[in-house]
């Protein structure tokens, strides 16, 4: 099983970019998915999480009103593809973000991650 990230880079604050995830191996149609970040020398930390069926979303403070998480069951063969808008960025979300699925996302215990993708903010 993977979740592969795609879609970080480098942007000026203010930006914006667009964060996805994909899985394979498995479909996660009937779980929740998130997003985590670490900064350097920071811990990981809890971004957003969207349940299974898109209904509930859930956001660290920092992020609420600029991030927007959102979900697809029906692309890649119904195995969801999870994605996070990121808007207005500021220099402190600098860091990596790793895509997350399965058993409990929103507590930090999900049973699968991704390998990160880079966001860097420069001010």
């Known amino acids: 099983v993977q979740l592969v990230e795609s879609g970080g880079g480098l942007v000026q604050a203010g930006g914006s970019l667009r964060l996805s995830c994909v899985p394979s191996g498995r479909t996660f149609s009937g779980d929740a998915m998130g997003w985590f970040r670490q900064a350097p020398g920071k811990e990981r930390e809890f971004v957003a999480a969207i349940s299974w069926s898109g209904g509930s979303t859930y956001y660290a403070d920092s992020v609420k009103g600029r991030f927007t998480i959102s979900r697809d069951n029906a692309l890649n063969n119904a195995k969801s593809t999870v994605y996070l808008q990121m808007n207005s960025l500021k220099a402190e979300d600098t860091a990596v973000y790793y895509c997350?699925?399965?058993?409990?996302?929103?507590?930090?215990?999900?049973?699968?991650w991704g390998q990160g993708t880079q966001v860097t903010v420069s001010s």
């Open positions: 997350a699925a399965g058993g409990r996302v929103v507590a930090g215990a999900p049973d699968y």
